[in-house]
């Protein structure tokens, strides 16, 4: 009797384990037409004023906003998924700048933090739209599906902008975001191939499995990988924790004696990942990592083989700038309006570079000319 | 007859020995074996130096926690003191290796002020400390983000890193000698004395065994058990240095620690309801679930099945626990 | 009647009524006042109203199983990890097809049950300590589910989103298919030989033992019901979020915070005293927390901070009186 109970977890588990296989995902990460779709828009010139990539665009076409027309001063609600990494702390920051920088316009901005809940999201925007507080609604959702019938219910009241993830509706004014995940494993796969010696040896490090953003950069990148025979001897996930991540690489240099490049699906733990080829008395790899500054320090400093791919945070910049001009009448880009995704190489590192800001800013913030900076980004 | 009666006394002797080994040892050194058939470099001294330092932050972690266990607690908090000593570290020194001695020196007092607050709540307040734990962790976790705004400010300063990082090299016999280990040895030194040496350990066992009877028999129970956070507090400190050493800035490197190490003490053999364990059954834990944990990348298994063994090896390392406990009575 | 229910309908059973209702009155005044300081009295509509029962429900739901089990002296941390099972599993077996509705809820149903009853098993029959039995199944489902499934799995046909966007008038099915849950369970516990026994194992485990009460079958049912109530709320987020996702219990925290939510209502974490109504006080001060949060725009970082605080707090307000020492 009590065997059994032991055994049946197991069995259950087998079970589960083997209906994996025909397990059906919901979303396509690997869709050659987004694919393609992202080359083209590597390829584009961005129209828009220069130096300020957060109001450019990359093609789209532009919508008219008269019935959206209000008097100002303008009362405007933000349901943020959470602040819960330095991506998002940066991009909270930049966001709550632009508001400053444009505080003759905005009467009031309220935000709700769902703390990377779907479940409070929802709840959160329901609240907003019944309040009547609100002259427009600022999404970042933290799924794409599951906010789409919150997001529909807001149109009917109100104008909505989202940005970073999509919804599944088309109904918001406008939806602000980078090129995005393909285009990241486009630009940091076609670096690697450029700079590996031939046989060199590729380790890919990625962050979780699952999410969107994560899972469209590394398919790009695969298939680039695979259409030029690069051999990847791992694909391994670091759960984003500097130790566990120090520890992979040192197994992989020890199991394959040298790794000549390392492919990150995002920069958090890059530093990690360098330290642990010093300790191994290894020569450092080529690496793709972020425009986080820690990375960028290290890049300069030990002169390494490096780029530094983005998805910007000056992105949270758009949905402010775009929600005026929609409350104005005036017009805005849409249904989609895609912001340029530059890259940081050894050219313009020196550029972002800055001692002075912390380990986890993010250098493409496109801050430098918003209210408090350096002080508000924790800088000096 | 008298021949019998020496043979039995030698089987018994053997048998009695064999109770003592403690499991988690065993199945550590079975792990590693095989580790080491995967990976041979791990069955070098400086392999078997690295996995050392590796598992040194849980070690320590756990020589903390079983304190709290044993006295029949849980500590929740200690995987967000490790977060705050990280991310706090980086604000204090700042990249400036002369704030290091006073910013540890400030770590500590935080940690000492948590293990204070959770004990006084946990004896005074009678909150069970499974929530008041868990209040900490909230709070801490909450007070390290308001901190660095939800980004650490700071680089550590390489001798502050040095106590997780540095390794002395060319060093007889084992090649390579991290300071790691000196840590995590002083830790375990003081734990093991702390609790099987003085008499405050004693109490400790008597107020998990039987909290009311151990009052009864003048054991001040509320000081004791405030001690006992303290310690397990400022155990995740001293984790905290160790893993900011090794690993370098980071908002969430406490994530899931406090589960982690109750894991490592219970897979050592300390009982949840207090009143039972060892010093080196909770590190044997601790090196066990480290080596399970290397074993399973050596061979290949993504990582949620990891979790998934994880599960199994608690579960099984506990009901064979209780299986041995009645049958031995 | 055997001498062992005679015995247990005996059994002192102190309704801690005072902690409850306290609770209640709390929230209310907390809400009420909060949104005429910050000048959001809409939200004292109706709509507003329903919006904040709405964020009781899925916690809510989970939280009732929890009850059960910390009522028989156990606990169960596995209930985040089978909101996430349930989640997806109920999205993969429908994939949007309305026929399939019935067949994914009895499966998950079942599936729940099956947790439940090898929790119980653990707890009873192999003497394994509760946290740990339930941690242990708890990593166990995750670490299968994620394995099996990295996204959004299937997906919820329409008819079956009604189950969290249908509403009867102005209040919404999910919000009273909580209130009737709970109704449920109070009854089980109050006026069944089921809910004096598992009152009489929390309280004193061995003398309900000896009083002839099968204390294993007892936990076992409390684990069984803990585990469907988390299927439900699976079921019920999947419908509501139309699609069910591996990480959708973590990310919840449901674990912890029915956890807390129990204690904090005044069930004891011994065993033995409290109630379902206390638990749902619980639940909706965390609903007014997180709404006034909201009002109030108090940012994210504070708020952590002012959580864990309020978590002690309000259990500490009943507790400091007790003599017993806690652990």
Redesign the interface.
């Known amino acids: ?2 065997l059994l ?2 055994i ?3 069995v ?2 087998a079970a ?2 083997g ?2 296989p025909f ?5 396509n ?1 690997d869709d050659p037409k987004e694919f393609q779709a992202a080359q083209d828009l590597l390829k584009m010139t961005p129209s828009g004023p220069e130096g300020k990539p957060w109001e450019q665009n990359l093609g789209g076409r532009e919508v008219d906003t008269a019935k959206y027309k209000k008097a100002g001063p303008y009362r405007i609600c933000f349901s943020n998924a ?2 819960d ?2 991506w ?3 991009g ?2 930049n966001m709550q700048a632009q508001v400053d920088a444009l505080k003759d316009d905005i009467k009031s901005f ?4 769902a ?6 999201q ?3 925007i ?2 907003f739209v ?4 609100c002259d427009a609604l600022i999404v970042s959702p933290n ?1 794409t ?2 906010l ?2 919150a997001v529909e219910a807001a149109c009917k009241k109100l104008p909505v902008i989202v940005f970073d993830r999509g919804v599944l509706t088309t109904c918001p004014v406008t939806f602000v975001n980078p090129i995005g995940g393909y285009g990241w494993g486009i630009q940091t796969a076609d670096f690697i191939v450029s700079k590996l010696p031939k046989g060199g040896k590729v380790l890919a490090l990625r962050i979780l ?2 999410v ?1 953003v994560l ?1 469209t950069r590394w398919s790009a990148a695969n298939r680039i990988f695979k259409e030029n025979g690069v051999n990847v001897v791992g694909a ?2 670091t ?5 566990k ?4 690489v ?2 992989y240099i ?2 394959n004696g040298k790794i000549d490049a390392i492919w990150m699906d995002a920069g ?2 890059a ?2 990942a360098l ?1 642990a080829f010093e ?1 191994s008395g290894q020569p450092y790899p080529i690496i793709t990592g972020e425009d986080q500054e ?1 990375f960028l320090k290290k890049w300069k400093e030990k002169g390494l083989t490096a780029m530094a791919p983005t998805y910007p945070t000056y992105q949270w910049r758009a949905p402010v700038i775009a929600t005026v001009r929609v409350l104005k009448g005036e017009p805005v880009i849409g249904p989609t309006w895609k912001l340029p995704q530059p890259v940081i190489t050894q050219a313009d590192l020196d550029k972002y570079v800055d001692d002075k800001m ?4 993010y250098a493409m913030c496109g801050c430098k000319d918003l209210p408090g900076y350096p002080q508000r980004w ?1 800088g000096k | 007859m008298t021949i019998a009666l020496k043979e039995i006394r030698q089987g018994q002797a053997f048998a009695h020995l064999a109770r003592r080994i403690n499991v988690a040892l065993v199945v550590f050194l079975l792990f590693y074996i095989v580790i080491g058939l995967l ?1 041979p ?1 791990y069955l070098e001294p400086a ?1 078997a130096m ?1 996995f050392l330092r ?1 598992a040194a ?1 849980l070690a320590i972690l756990a020589a903390g926690q079983i304190f709290v266990l044993v006295s029949g607690g849980f500590d929740l908090s200690v995987g967000s003191l490790v977060t705050v000593t990280v991310v706090g570290g ?1 604000m204090l020194t700042a990249n400036d290796p002369s704030n290091t001695g006073w910013a540890i020196a400030v770590l500590y007092a935080i940690g000492l002020l948590v293990g204070l607050i959770n004990g006084a709540v946990v004896a005074y307040l009678r909150t069970p400390s499974i929530i008041a734990t868990l209040g900490t962790l909230l709070s801490v976790n909450g007070v390290a983000m308001m901190w ?8 550590l300063p390489d001798n502050f890193r040095m106590f997780g ?1 540095l ?1 002395f090299h060319d060093v007889p016999v084992v090649k390579i000698f991290p300071v790691a280990i000196v840590v995590l040895l002083a830790v375990c030194a003081l734990a093991q004395w702390g609790l099987h040496g003085m008499v405050f350990g004693r109490r400790v066992f008597a107020i998990g065994d039987n909290a009311r009877a151990a009052q009864l028999a003048g054991v001040q129970v509320a000081l004791v058990r405030i001690v006992v956070f303290v310690i397990s507090a400022l155990a995740a400190v001293t984790a905290g240095i160790l ?1 900011g050493g ?8 406490g994530v899931g620690l406090e589960l982690q190490a109750i894991a490592a003490c219970v897979v050592g053999g300390v009982q949840l309801m207090g009143g039972r364990g060892t010093l080196v059954g909770a590190v044997a834990g601790a090196l066990t679930l480290t080596a399970l944990f ?1 074993l399973l ?2 061979l290949g298994w ?3 099945l990891k979790e ?1 063994a994880q599960g ?1 090896i608690l579960i099984i390392a506990v ?1 064979f626990g209780a299986w041995r406990r009645r049958r031995t009575g | 009647m055997s001498s062992a229910d005679v015995i247990a309908c005996g059994f002192p059973r102190r309704r801690t009524a005072a902690a409850p209702l306290l609770l209640l009155l709390g929230s209310i005044v907390l809400y009420i006042g909060v949104a005429i300081a910050t000048g ?1 009295t ?2 004292l ?1 109706v ?2 109203v329903v ?1 904040l029962l ?2 009781m429900v ?1 916690l809510g739901i989970v939280a009732i199983g929890q009850t059960f089990v910390i009522l028989a002296g156990s606990i169960d941390l596995s209930v985040a990890n089978l909101i996430s099972v349930a989640a997806v599993l109920a999205s ?1 077996i429908m ?1 949007g097809r309305p026929e399939m509705m019935l067949v994914a809820v009895v499966a998950v149903l079942a599936v729940s049950a ?1 947790v439940g009853l ?1 929790n119980g ?2 707890v009873s ?2 003497q394994v300590s509760p946290f740990i039995a339930t941690l242990g ?1 708890g990593l ?1 489902l995750q670490g ?12 919820v046909p329409i008819e079956f ?1 009604s189950a969290a ?1 249908g509403a009867l008038g102005p209040l919404p099915y999910s919000v009273i298919g909580l209130f009737l849950l709970a109704l449920l369970a109070s009854i089980l516990l109050r006026a069944t030989k089921f809910g004096a026994h598992l009152y009489a194992v929390g309280g004193n485990s061995e003398g309900a033992r000896l009083a002839g009460i099968r204390t294993d079958l007892v936990t076992i049912g409390a684990h069984v019901l803990c585990s469907l109530t988390a299927g439900v709320s699976g079921l019920y ?1 999947a419908s ?4 069910g ?4 219990g973590r ?2 925290v449901y674990d912890l915070e029915s956890i807390a939510v129990v204690v904090i209502g005044g069930t004891l974490l011994a065993g033995g005293r409290g109630g379902v109504w206390g638990t749902l006080a619980g639940v909706l001060l965390f609903a007014v927390l ?2 006034s949060f ?1 009002m109030l ?1 108090v ?2 970082y504070p ?1 952590l901070v002012l959580r864990g605080a309020i978590v002690i707090a309000a259990v500490a307000i009943y507790t400091f009186r007790s003599r017993d020492l806690a652990a």
Do not use: C
């Open positions: 009797m009590r109970k032991l049946a977890p197991v259950a588990g589960l384990a209906a994996a397990a059906a995902s919901a979303q990460f959470g602040v990494n330095p998002r702390v940066v909270w920051t309220k935000a709700a933090d703390q990377g809940k779907d479940d409070k929802i709840s959160d329901n609240a019944q309040s009547g507080d799924t599906a599951a789409s019938p499995p699952g969107d899972e391994e996930f759960g984003g924790d500097n130790a991540t120090k520890q992979i040192e197994d020890n199991r958090a733990t530093v990690a330290e300790d820690d912390p380990p986890l800013h924790g | 990976q470099t392999g690295n590796r932050p980086s660095s705004g939800g980004s650490p400010r700071g680089y990082r390794v893993l090794f690993g370098g800035v980071s908002v969430d490197v290397t990348t050596l993504p990582q949620p998934t199994v009901a | 959001q809409r939200m509509e709509e507003g919006g709405q964020r899925a993969f994939q099956i090898i098993a653990l029959h192999l199944s166990i299968l589910l994620s394995a099996s499934f990295t996204n959004f799995a299937g997906s989103q966007y987020l509501r979020l139309r699609s996702a591996p990480w959708i990310s919840g997180d709404a909201n725009d940012s994210a708020k």
